[in-house]
């Protein structure tokens, strides 16, 4: 039996600027469906991606269609300790605070890491 790969993805991008921040979260829903558990990494501005009020992101319409499936699935986001309270993160994610040292541990124990 094989297991399934752990897979990171690292959103570094500032979605009020490129829609690359996007298409992380997109690409990692995608991901999420399959067997392979999936954690999202919120780096910079990313937060952003999980404010109630996103008016300002880059593909923002694309970003409204997936954020409910991204609540229903659970996938865990986590940020940088002290990150959080510079944004207003939805609490209906599934969100965490963590060291920078055990960010890079997570991104280093993953068998796959996507960067955005």
Known sequence: MVMPLHVVVVIR???????????????????????????????????????PDRDDIVDGEILERHLPVLKELQVPFVMVAGASAGFSVDPQFKTRDESPENIGTLIRSADRVLVF
Do not use: F, M, W
């Open 13 to 51: 991008e500032d979605p009020l600027k490129t829609h690359r921040a996007v298409e992380g979260l997109r690409i990692a829903l995608g991901l999420s469906a399959g067997e392979s558990p999936v954690t999202v990494i919120l780096l910079n501005g990313a937060p952003a991606l999980l404010e």
